[in-house]
């Protein structure tokens, strides 16, 4: 068993741009490392390599996906049910998940919650009559935003967003509306008008954006939930993280930069944006250098 994987990205182009599942237990969508997939790793290293609360809670699966995301049109709007909807309805599990948003064009925005307050019947009558968008909160984004995304709020990525996304392990997405856009064979996309129906949570908050103070050379923790904590890290100096007492793996998540890292002074291995490094559980610590931005999730 090593002390660090690193995997082959799945690189999905898209109608709106593309997708790159860096870490990936999907099935039919599993990311490699030597030679080996995600969920192979998890079978045979078990505990080891997810931590004991997480092998009990998941077993084989791994219980997380990564996602970088460029968007050079807007997505559709949409909705994710929670686990409990999602088996009412005949699916595996939910999905909650969390953006965070890198470098992007000038002018990006993107939708999450709802701006107002709407009834069930109000929101069928919105996609109807193309309207939808008009009850969405929406926010011009840049670097370092940080939105949560509980199942069951409405949300979608702009055009000209580039972002880390950190989800439940789904693939369950209902679409809200799409803009009219049609596939490649010319047919208008399938919207799951009834189910997202079903699935959407009709509370009205009055501020969607997770607030957080960013500094250098510290860690900022941005969310905490059942599913995962994440928090990000901006450095210019060596830094040290104690893993010793985290029964988890952990992800780092490259944003910007470049750096270092040395994992209980055995492996050294370069890190660099748009990379994805899994730490087993086994993992002690880890010395960072260089001038490197990242996020850190585990459950």
């Known amino acids: ?47 080891r390599l997810v931590g004991k609360a997480n092998y009990q809670r998941f077993g084989d699966e791994f219980p997380l996906l990564i996602k970088f995301i460029d968007a050079r049109q807007d997505l559709s709007i949409q909705v994710h049910p929670t686990d409990e909807i999602a088996h009412r309805q005949g699916k595996p599990r939910g999905k909650t998940e969390m953006w965070y948003v890198m ?99 009709y509370q009205v908050l009055p501020d969607y954006r997770t607030r957080y103070e960013p500094a250098v050379n510290e860690s900022r923790q941005l969310v905490s939930c059942p599913y ?15 893993y010793a007492d985290l029964d988890s793996f952990v992800i780092l998540i490259g944003l910007k930069g470049e750096g270092t890292l040395l994992i209980d002074d055995t492996d050294e291995v370069a890190f660099r944006a748009g990379e994805a490094l899994l730490l087993p559980a086994t993992v002690g610590k880890v010395c960072v250098s260089g001038t490197v931005k990242f996020l850190e999730t585990y459950v």
């Open 1 to 47: 068993m090593g002390n660090y994987y690193k995997f082959e990205p799945l690189l999905k182009k898209l109608i709106w741009g593309t997708e790159s599942w860096v870490v990936s237990g999907v099935p039919g969508n599993e990311t490699m490392a030597a030679g080996e997939s995600l969920n192979q790793l998890v079978s045979s290293q078990k505990e």
């Open 103 to 201: 470098d992007s064009d000038p002018g990006a925005k993107l939708y999450n919650g709802l701006r107002r307050q709407i009834t069930p019947d109000e929101y069928k009558q919105l996609v109807a009559d193309d309207a939808i968008c008009d009850a969405l909160a929406q926010y011009p984004v840049g670097e370092g935003d940080c939105f949560f995304i509980p199942a069951g709020r409405i949300h979608a990525i702009g055009a000209g967003c580039r972002l880390a996304e950190i989800q439940q392990t789904s693939d369950v997405t209902y679409r809200i509306y799409d803009y009219g856009r049609r596939d490649k064979d010319g047919q208008l996309r399938q919207l799951h008008t009834q189910e997202a129906s079903e699935s959407i949570d």
């Open 228 to 242: 995962f904590t994440t928090a990000v890290y901006d450095l210019d100096e060596p830094m040290t993280i104690d």
